[in-house]
């Protein structure tokens, strides 16, 4: 039978009583976009932009970036794509943009201060945007990666916005930008929920590291609470709050991201089907109060058990 639900999972998201709630593809390359775009999805909310740049002596040329921005936006056609700026560092090294050794990776010259201090790179990134979205006439959302501050978050949209772009966001997955999302939404149209850094900086916990995998287990509830934090600073500006980490592509969390008051949520494509369906089978109430009962919890066991005892027996 769940198998047969599985099946029968098609068209937008949106819960039981008919809240939608898109769901989106994450994406990497212009090849991913072909893919992804082939599969029941309402858009991408996540192109990872760093692939064209890793693995180079030079940065890519201001057409080549057009050539693939184009590509992607043709893919999706009048469908949704958030496209991320580079999010380069000493973890993901650039030849052409060295900042030197940095002693915590995760913790230096990454992201949008990577940027910061290479305007030149983001310049004609912003560039090849503009000249795909004039070519193409596609849904373009262009956000910056590792925002913290609102001076960050306001010197990313003046650009943003100086290049003729119409949509400007910012990632939320540093603990300062969860904790002050109202005045770094004040400056952008919308966010997008990083749980993967979130999770790494709430539990000083490397990603990378499996042995660590308990505490970045996305019911830690300091975690749900950094999500909580961002969506209250998303009602406040009547900002979309999205989320593009793995922590949407589980078919239970993504229940109590909705309740949160998460509005799209951005995945792996293979995992669509199945938060679709879990979201069919829930009401909106439901989810809210699965919420609720997920933030209160003291553990992240606790927070998961809250919500199985809610939840369908089928998800
Ligand atoms: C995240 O941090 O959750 C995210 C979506 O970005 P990335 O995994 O590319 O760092
Ligand atoms: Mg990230």
Redesign the pocket.
């Known amino acids: 039978r769940r198998e047969a639900a599985l099946a029968d999972s098609h068209g937008s998201g949106r819960t039981a009583d008919g809240h939608a709630v898109p769901l989106l593809a994450?994406i990497g390359t212009a090849d991913d976009a072909r893919r992804a775009a082939t599969q029941d999805v309402e858009g991408s909310g996540?192109f990872?932009t760093e692939f064209l740049f890793l693995d180079r002596d030079q940065a890519p040329t201001l057409e080549e970036q057009t050539e693939t921005y184009t590509t992607v936006l043709e893919a999706f056609g009048e469908r949704k794509v958030v496209v991320r700026t580079l999010?380069a560092g000493a973890d993901k090294p650039l030849v052409f943009a060295d900042q030197g050794e940095d002693e915590n990776p995760a913790l230096g010259v990454r992201g949008l201060r990577l940027s910061r201090a290479r305007e030149d790179l983001l310049d004609t990134q912003l560039e090849a945007l503009a000249a795909a979205h004039r070519a193409t006439g596609g849904d373009l959302h262009v956000m910056a990666?590792m925002v913290a501050t609102v001076e960050e978050a306001r010197w990313f949209a003046e650009k943003v916005r100086a290049t003729g772009l119409p949509h400007v966001g910012i990632?939320i997955?540093v603990p300062a930008a969860a904790i002050n999302a109202r005045h770094l939404l004040a400056e952008v149209d919308f966010a997008s929920i990083?749980?993967?850094?979130?999770s790494q900086y709430t539990y000083a916990a490397d990603r990378m590291q499996g042995e660590l995998a308990d505490l970045l287990s996305p019911w830690q509830p300091a975690l749900l609470a950094m999500v909580q934090a961002a969506c209250i600073g998303g009602a406040e500006t009547d900002s979309a709050i999205g989320v593009?980490?793995?922590a949407g592509g589980d078919p239970l969390v993504a229940l109590v991201l909705v309740g949160l008051g998460v509005s799209t949520l951005s995945m792996a494509p293979g995992k669509v089907t199945a938060v679709r369906a879990a979201l069919a089978r829930h009401d909106l109430a439901t989810c809210q109060e699965m919420a609720r009962r997920a933030v209160a919890a003291p553990t992240a066991e606790a927070a998961r058990q809250a919500v199985i005892d809610l939840a369908h027996p089928e998800v």
Do not use: F, Q
């Not at 990083?194 to 979130?198: A, C, E, P, R, S």
């Open positions: 994450n996540l990872r999010d990666p990632m997955e990083g749980t993967n850094d979130l593009c980490g793995e």
